[in-house]
């Protein structure tokens, strides 16, 4: 994982940008952004088969695809927003996500933006949905 921030004063909050080609990158970078007060981007390097779920979304940010997809490899959700956190999605593919309860692909307690060019296609282990977006969703 790369994570550049930009020059500044001491104490100076910037927004961050990081990489992932793997699980544990895409953690840490996840992990990274939600502890900056600014809308960070993470950007994809590789596809991502998880190996273990992500931690929930809990800042604003952005993850740039690139083209490339997550996938839950039917054991995992992908994604989860929760209440505070504000995700947007741009150039990716979200499949095969698993979850027992909604939206094993993402579940979204807080604020979601997809672009045209992001994709969730619907899974068959998601019971209830492939996307659970029941707040905000641009």
Not at 79 to 84: D, I, Q, W
Not at 100 to 114: A, C, K, M, P, R
Request: aromatic share 4%.
């Amino acid at each position: 994982m790369l994570g550049t921030w930009p020059s500044g004063s001491p104490g100076t909050s910037h927004a961050a940008a990081y990489t992932a080609g793997t699980t544990a990158e895409l953690s840490a970078a996840i992990t990274a952004a939600n502890e900056s007060p600014d809308a960070d981007t993470i950007t994809l390097t590789a596809d991502i088969t998880l190996t273990v779920a992500l931690p929930d979304i809990t800042s604003e940010m952005t993850i740039q695809g690139d083209g490339f997809f997550v996938s839950g490899n039917n054991a995992v959700r992908v994604f989860k927003v929760s209440a505070s956190g504000d995700l947007t999605l741009d150039h990716i593919t979200v499949k095969n996500g698993s979850a027992s309860d909604f939206g094993g692909g993402i579940h979204n307690e807080g604020t979601l933006t997809i672009t045209p060019a992001a994709r969730c296609p619907a899974t068959r282990q998601a019971p209830r949905a492939a996307a659970s977006i029941p707040s905000s969703v641009q």
